[in-house]
Structure formats: structure tokens, C-alpha cells
């Protein structure tokens, strides 16, 4: 079904959440992963999810940019021909999300393909379990 999906990543529980549905996701439909975080200041987000996607079999194609979220991974999954963009939900009050900005909240209109905010939590252990099933 999904042949390009694009995982969106910037380090946070629900980013790994993201992740790892995301990864579920792919190993299901053989899909290949693109891996995108959107940081304000390091890399380090990156390398953490890059290394994360490796030990679950995955060779990930990684980028980082600089932007505001909701326009860099609207961007980038056209450039790929993403068929699914993975995102995690980190829930917000008005005040927050007032504060914040717009950056999440209009993601699906910059985006030409599926969307999934990934909200069941699966455990690192549970995800092993699956990546040690399914390269058998």
C-alpha cells in the first residue's frame, strides 16, 4: 500500500511514539523510510532516530532542516513522493498553542499524501520483538 513513508522526528515521547508506529507501519508494507526532524539548533535528534530505525533493520534516508515543522515536512515528503507522513501529537492548551504558533496545526495543509499522528505507545522491547519476527 505505502511504498515511501516519511518519518518526522524531533526527539520528544511522542516523536518516538511516531517512530515507532511509523516503523510498524513500514515493515508491514515493505516500504522504504525517510527520516526528517526539524530542530532549532543540533543534529542530535537525528542521529538519536537514525540509530534508532538501524537497530530495527531499516537504512533510513535522514534529513535535517532548519523552518517551521508543518512547511519543511510538507516539502520534503513532496520531494520524495512520500506516500505517508508518521507524526507524533503532544496535546496543547489554547494559551500553548496560541503561544506556539501555528506550526503543527496546519500540517495536513501542506501535504499532498496520507497523514497518521501516531498515538498508541509501543515499548522499545515490543518493537525488538517485531524487528526480530519479521527479519526471520
Request: glycine share 10%; proline share 1%.
Amino acid at each position: 500500500m505505502y511504498k515511501r513513508i516519511l518519518l518526522a522526528y524531533d526527539g520528544s515521547v511522542e516523536g518516538r511514539t511516531a517512530l515507532r508506529e511509523g516503523a510498524l507501519m513500514a515493515k508491514q508494507c515493505g516500504a522504504q523510510v525517510f527520516l526528517l526532524s526539524v530542530v532549532a539548533d543540533t543534529g542530535g535528534v537525528l542521529n538519536e532516530g537514525g540509530a534508532r530505525l538501524r537497530q530495527l533493520g531499516f537504512e533510513p534516508i535522514a534529513k535535517l532542516v532548519r523552518g517551521e515543522p508543518a512547511q519543511e515536512i510538507g516539502s520534503f515528503a513532496r520531494q520524495i513522493e512520500a506516500d505517508l507522513i508518521v507524526v507524533g501529537h503532544r496535546r496543547k492548551s489554547a494559551f500553548e498553542r496560541w503561544w506556539s504558533g501555528r506550526s503543527w496545526a496546519y500540517l495536513i495543509d501542506y501535504t499532498d499524501c496520507s497523514l497518521l499522528v501516531a498515538r498508541n505507545v509501543i515499548s522499545d522491547e515490543a518493537m525488538k520483538e517485531v524487528a526480530d519476527r519479521t527479519s526471520n
